[in-house]
């Protein structure tokens, strides 16, 4: 199976700064499509998880262009730039290259500084 | 607007068995994959199950094969799963969601205590 990391495990920011969360895969995530299945979520306190970006850096309707996605193969990177106050919660990234199962990082929890 | 409506939960005692269901609305539910994405109190996510779009298919992470198993009824706009032999470890909240190679629209969750 694939095992997700994600750094750092949690994150403090002040509102209108800018974060970085890694997400290291322990296979590569290119699938023989040539297509990456790498997406990430926010879970915000007492909420589901929401979808903010699949693909690697595809962001999903309605989100905000402050989150980005980026990377290849092993290392996967989400930007949040000018924080608000609702940004604030749990970030997962995930896989669906390497499926079944479909593996989820640990989490990074994203608090105010 | 896309729907997805969890019930079924509560708490059963080790052993036992729980069908949770999840009404879909808002989309054609039959032509979408659904799956049941679980969390832990306190912990992450955890791949549950998928189900194809007629139901043919089915996949199962190690941890719950043999002992749950998902389903769906297009007419019905609706999913289930079927959590037979339940541990104490399933204890979770269990959320529906739709599914491509990503999961992109949640349930509320439903929660499933399994305790004596």
């Known amino acids: 199976d694939v095992v997700m990391t994600q750094t750092p495990v949690s994150l403090s920011v002040s509102l209108g700064g800018q974060v970085s969360i890694s997400c290291r895969s322990s296979?590569?995530?290119?699938?023989?499509?040539?297509?990456?299945?790498l997406s990430w979520y926010l879970q915000k306190p007492g909420q589901s998880p929401q979808l903010l970006i699949y693909k690697v850096s595809n962001r999903f309707s309605g989100i905000s262009d402050r989150f980005s996605g980026s990377g290849s193969g092993t290392d996967f990177t989400l930007k949040i730039s000018r924080v608000e106050p609702d940004d604030l919660g749990v970030y997962y990234c995930?896989?669906?290259?390497?499926?079944?199962?479909?593996?989820f990082g640990a989490g990074t929890k994203l608090e105010l500084k | 607007e896309v729907q997805l409506v969890e019930s079924g939960g509560g708490l059963v005692q080790p052993g036992r068995s729980l069908k949770l269901s999840c009404a879909a609305s808002?989309?054609?539910?039959?032509?979408?994959?659904m799956a049941w994405v679980r969390q832990a109190p306190k912990k992450g996510l955890e791949w549950v199950a998928t189900i194809s779009t007629s139901g043919s298919r089915t996949y199962y992470p190690d941890s719950v094969k043999g002992r749950f198993t998902i389903s769906r009824d297009n007419a019905k706009s609706s999913l289930y799963l079927q959590m037979n032999s339940l541990k104490s470890e399933d204890t979770a909240t269990y959320y529906c969601a739709r599914q491509y190679t990503y999961f992109d629209y949640w349930g509320q969750g439903v929660m499933v205590t399994v305790s004596s």
């Open positions: 296979q590569s995530l290119v699938h023989n499509n040539g297509n990456t299945y």
């Open positions: 808002g989309f054609t539910f039959s032509n979408y994959y």
């Open positions: 995930g896989q669906g290259t390497q499926y079944p199962p479909y593996t």
